[in-house]
């Protein structure tokens, strides 16, 4: 099994729509990281978690909310998905003491 | 804020030889950490290598080493005696103690039969 793990891996939804991609982890982690992947603009950092009580948005976290369930999990959330919100999802997780992120499978969303 | 420029969107070389990928970065702190990622096109996101600042010398595996110049702050990859499974997208990032991993645009890729 994955150590960072992603559902759904693909998603086609509809203008308009609420949808909610997830993300666990069993690597024991405290940070989590959600990024976009878009052609030509590299990894962007929408939110980032210490804990489950410390949430910080990232660059670009307008139009998304998170959600911290547990330490192992991290939920992204597109309240009303419109078609610029097509991307490339990813999640990473990170030990404090390590420098090294884990990237999941990452979750390819379409919003039609 | 931190910045990383990977000037490079594009690049191709043929198998065997080696190519440089560079990038350059903007911060004010003193002590920070590097990374080269790598995404074949199954989309994984593959560390590399990873350089801590403060080490003056440069980080090397196997075929993958870097020219890490702390003053221009510019970190480039070079991958020696390349391969076909080299093909990728590569990633130039930054961290610091604002716990976040910062990303440049990133370079493809491709090597040639």
């Known amino acids: 099994d994955a150590d960072v793990t992603q559902t759904p891996r693909n998603r086609i939804t509809k203008t308009g729509k609420r949808i909610m991609l997830e993300c666990s982890q069993t690597k024991g982690h405290d940070r989590m990281y959600w990024y976009r992947q878009d052609p030509g603009l590299g990894l962007r950092l929408i939110y980032y978690s210490f804990d489950v009580k410390d949430i910080n948005k990232g660059e670009i976290s307008d139009g998304y909310s998170v959600s911290r369930q547990a330490q192992a999990k991290f939920s992204l959330s597109l309240e009303s998905a419109i078609p610029n919100q097509t991307a490339l999802y990813f999640c990473?997780?990170?030990?404090?003491?390590?420098?090294?992120?884990?990237f999941g499978q990452g979750t390819r969303l379409t919003v039609v | 804020a931190q910045t990383v420029t990977q000037s490079q969107p594009e690049m191709s070389v043929q198998e065997a030889e080696t190519v440089t990928l560079s990038c350059t970065y903007d911060t004010s702190e003193s002590n920070y950490y590097l990374f080269w990622y790598k995404q074949p096109p199954s989309r994984q996101m593959i560390l590399v290598i990873r350089?801590?600042?403060?080490?003056?010398q440069n980080a090397t595996e196997n075929r993958f080493s870097v020219n890490f110049q702390k003053a221009a702050k510019s970190f480039s990859l070079k991958i020696s005696d390349s391969q076909l499974g080299d093909t990728a997208m590569y990633f130039c990032?930054?961290?610091?103690?604002?716990?976040?991993?910062?990303f440049g645009k990133g370079t493809r890729l491709h090597i040639l039969p």
């Open positions: 990032a930054f961290y610091n103690r604002d716990d976040k991993i910062i």
């Open positions: 990473a997780t990170r030990d404090r003491k390590n420098t090294e992120a884990f």
């Open positions: 350089q801590e600042a403060y080490k003056q």
